[in-house]
């Protein structure tokens, strides 16, 4: 961790401004011997400085520099940003001369695993950075800020420090080897682990919302070709962008779009038309619909009002029921439907649109929504939006649980140790207190570069 590390912290492409950004004990000595201007060093932390960069003799752009020096940084090293002009070519000449004067390229998130392996913040609030840059709604935004300022982890980490005591104190018991000792207070020890899993249980049962708050809800759209999916698409986008023909089987692959509801992303997924087929490339596209259903979190199946029997309809409503994902029935085509078949439709809890006319677009989105309700985040709200801790909340909970199942069957005190020690590192790890390095390969490889 001693190198400097460089890497462009905006966009790639052309833009009014690019910032590339430094991170390393060297990263003032090596910038100052490419930047013309002021001498960096006896400059003050947390202060701008205009200049040009150059390469040998050539100038390569007239930049501003800001100066972070550690530990008051993002990372708590030496950090740079250099605001040049966004051009790509003066963005690579710059790195480029950065990287032969010392400084190597950072590798994806390296910026924040610095930041994090300094103690700025633990591993839950540094999940929580990408979560900042990537979030797509308001709700998203305002979960991963929490979450960035701490969240629950200050809670977690005070309920391990509790739990830390009683495992040591059992370990202390063993040390007495035959002697029957009992340092650790068994009602004591039920009760912590009591207050411990209301706490995870309520991060837990938080997630339900947090997922559907940071990843959207994945929406697909399904029916018969010609049911009028590509149009229903179209019309909830409000654009064209999915091609509607009259010939069936025109959508042959997933076509995706999001459109935010009510805070929620949802992502619409228009599929190809569920048909037999002999068509090869249709086939697949048939095939790539029924996979995506499966893992859809609501269906909207599309009946062809125009064409649908009532037996028809009656046939696939079963096959929607096989699949236990929840579904909305909507019945497309209504200005062009027969009159009796509404009728009968009505009492079989059918929505009825016009995808093409947008006749009851907003109850069909109210209908959507209705599934998704998510209260607005508020600072300071404490969820659960990662699965990595979801699922280590999980397993912490399994494990206390065997603890407190130990303790009825009063077996002995190693096992107990076992399955408390077991439970500390699952905690451990949601914070970061315990990490292996595949761990942290893990998080920050999926960060982007510059981040
Ligand atoms: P898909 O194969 O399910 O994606 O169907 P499309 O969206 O391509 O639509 C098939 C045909 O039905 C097109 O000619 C559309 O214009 C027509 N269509 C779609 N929605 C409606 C509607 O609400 N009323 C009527 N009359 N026609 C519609």
């Keep these: 961790m001693n190198d400097t590390i460089v890497a462009l912290a905006t966009a790639q492409g052309v833009s009014a401004i690019a910032v590339i950004r430094l991170s390393g ?3 003032i000595d090596i910038v100052q011997k490419v930047f013309k201007g002021k001498n ?25 520099v800001s100066l972070f020096k550690e530990p008051n940084s993002f990372t708590k090293e030496n950090c740079i940003e250099i605001s040049c002009h966004g051009s ?4 690579k000449e710059i790195i ?6 010392g400084a190597r390229l950072a590798e994806p998130g390296e910026f924040t695993k610095r930041a994090f392996l300094n103690g700025r913040f633990d591993l839950a609030q540094a999940e929580a950075v990408a979560d900042l840059i990537n979030a797509e709604t308001d709700n998203a935004r305002q979960a991963a800020l929490n979450q960035m300022r701490g969240g629950f982890s200050k809670e977690i980490n005070r309920l391990r420090e509790e739990l830390i005591h009683f495992a040591s104190l059992i370990e202390l018991e063993l040390d007495f080897g035959e002697e029957d000792v009992e340092f650790a207070k068994r009602d004591d020890l039920r009760y912590l682990i009591l207050k411990i899993q209301t706490y995870l249980q309520s991060l837990i049962d938080s997630f339900d919302q947090g997922n559907v708050i940071k990843n959207g809800v994945p929406t697909v759209i399904a ?9 229903l698409l179209n019309t909830l986008l409000n654009e064209e962008r999915a091609i509607v023909s009259d010939i069936a089987g025109t959508t042959r692959d997933v076509i995706e779009d999001e459109v935010i509801l ?17 068509d090869v490339i249709e086939a697949i596209g048939v095939e790539r619909t029924k996979e995506r259903m499966k893992k859809a979190s609501l269906i909207i199946y599309l009946f062809d009002l125009t064409q649908a029997s009532l037996s028809e309809i009656e046939e ?35 929505l009825f649109i016009s995808a093409a006319n947008k006749t009851n677009i907003q109850q069909l989105k109210e209908k959507i929504l209705s599934y998704f309700q998510v209260q607005s985040v508020k600072t300071g709200d404490v969820m659960v939006t990662n699965i990595r801790h979801y699922q280590n909340l999980l397993q912490t909970n399994e494990a206390l649980q065997r603890v407190l199942d130990g303790m009825d069957q009063e077996i002995t005190g190693d096992f107990l140790a076992m399955d408390i020690r077991q439970a500390l590192h699952y905690l451990g790890e949601i914070t970061g207190t315990i ?7 893990n998080i920050f490889s999926k960060f982007c570069i510059g981040k």
């Design 25 to 27: 004990k060297d990263c």
């Design 40 to 64: 960096l060093q006896q400059q003050p932390s947390h202060t701008l400085h205009f200049g040009t960069i150059y390469d040998d003799k050539k100038v390569i752009d007239e930049v501003l």
């Design 88 to 91: 790509p070519v003066i963005i």
């Design 96 to 101: 480029k001369v950065l990287l032969k004067k």
């Design 223 to 231: 029916g018969k070709p010609n049911a009028g999916k590509s149009t």
């Design 262 to 278: 009510g805070g929620i992303n949802f992502r619409f997924i228009d599929t190809a038309g569920l048909r037999e087929t002999q």
């Design 316 to 350: 696939q409503e079963k096959e929607l029921v096989s699949l236990s994902i929840p579904f909305i029935k909507v019945g497309n085509k209504m200005d062009k439907a027969d009159k009796s078949l509404l009728s009968k439709l009505e009492e079989k809890n059918f």
């Design 435 to 441: 990490t292996t390095d595949d761990l942290l390969d």
